[in-house]
Nanobody, 122 residues
Framework: VQLQASGGGLVQAGGSLRLSCAAS????????MGWFRQAPGKEREFVAR????????YYAHSIEGRFTISRDNSENTVYLQMNSLKPEDTAVYYC????????????????WGQGTLVTVSS
């Protein structure tokens, strides 16, 4: 079971990035998937979640209206489109599979990817 996040980089404030999370080794399409982020010196925080069929999406208030989570089950990949980026969005972004319960809680996720660094300059 592996999740590989990619797509991070350095971008100016107001810019956009699209993160990808490719899954292999398990039945990816049966899991809701989530994105989290962790800024230096801070705890890992919830960003977005998408249900297994893409029918429902949930967002943290801090990014709602700027980020969009999506998935392509035929490609075993979940995406995070990030627009209007702000310096406070700077963090390592992680994807993981949701196991149930409170979707804000990292404890309810498994199969974490290695993370991809997003740096937003002012």
């Amino acid at each position: 079971v592996q999740l590989q996040a990619s797509g991070g980089g350095l971008v100016q404030a107001g810019g956009s990035l699209r993160l990808s999370c490719a899954a292999s080794g398990y039945t990816y399409g049966t899991y809701d998937m989530g994105w989290f982020r962790q800024a230096p010196g801070k705890e890992r925080e919830f960003v977005a979640r998408i249900t297994w069929n893409g029918g429902n999406r949930y967002y943290a208030h801090s990014i709602e209206g700027r980020f969009t989570i999506s998935r392509d089950n035929s490609e075993n990949t979940v995406y995070l489109q990030m627009n209007s980026l702000k310096p406070e969005d700077t963090a390592v972004y992680y994807c993981a599979a949701f196991m149930g319960g409170n979707y804000y809680d990292t404890k309810n996720y498994n199969y974490w990817g290695q993370g991809t660094l997003v740096t937003v300059s002012s």
